[in-house]
């Protein structure tokens, strides 16, 4: 299954960074027939004061000031989709041109049902990266084990030349209540994508009773 079936939440969240302009102005895109969901609604986190948190995963992130949230418009139709976008901020707003990367963090969840072969976070990286060298990226780093706070995770690295300029960008994932959780970073250099990850930190999950 390639990925215009796999990983719809995260894809749609790139090209909503890569082409943020024309979804915009396109119609919305044709509905992809529901896939068996047989996890649990996640709740979709919260974000004020520039703060994104979300209790049930432990999840905290503080995006810089000035940066733009458009999760409401990157999440698309969640009826129909497997996941759903829990954060997608950006540096600018996607629809407005300007020199150099846009930097961005997006938090995607997709629902482990979908994905009946993954067993752990690593696994997770075959389709992951099948939809990220889709949109144009190459692979910088496989898929390795790093630790943010106490929280272990899995990362690999991509790039993609834009003209003159180096997209960097770097995904995280960890496997929590049925659903396989995503961070991707982009940003114009590889100090800067770690300068992103600094501000993710993880908390205790709550416990749904």
């Known amino acids: 299954m390639g990925p215009n079936c796999l990983m719809r939440t995260l894809v749609v969240a790139i090209v909503f960074l890569l082409n943020g302009s024309s979804l915009f102005s396109q119609q919305p895109a044709k509905k992809i027939p529901t896939l068996p969901r047989k996890s649990a609604p996640l709740a979709t986190g919260t974000i004020a004061d520039n703060v994104y948190r979300n209790p049930e995963l432990g999840i905290t992130y503080k995006t810089l000031v000035g940066w733009v949230d458009r999760t409401s418009q990157a999440r698309g139709e969640p009826e129909n989709s497997s996941g759903q976008v829990l954060l997608a901020a950006f540096e600018r707003p996607p629809e407005v041109s300007g020199d150099g990367i ?39 780093n496989e898929p390795y084990e790093v630790t943010v706070g106490a929280k272990s995770l899995v990362r690999s690295d991509f790039s993609k030349e834009t003209g003159k300029f180096t997209m960097h960008q770097s995904s995280l994932v960890m496997l929590s209540k049925g659903y396989a959780v995503s961070f991707t970073f982009i940003g114009g250099s590889e100090d800067e994508v770690e300068q992103l990850i600094e501000r993710l930190n993880f908390t205790s999950a709550s416990v749904k009773r």
């Open 102 to 140: 846009n930097s961005a963090i997006i938090i995607a969840a997709e629902s482990l049902a979908s994905y009946p072969g993954v067993k752990t976070a690593a696994d997770y990286f075959d389709p992951l990266t099948e939809a990220t060298t889709s949109q144009g990226f190459k692979v910088v």
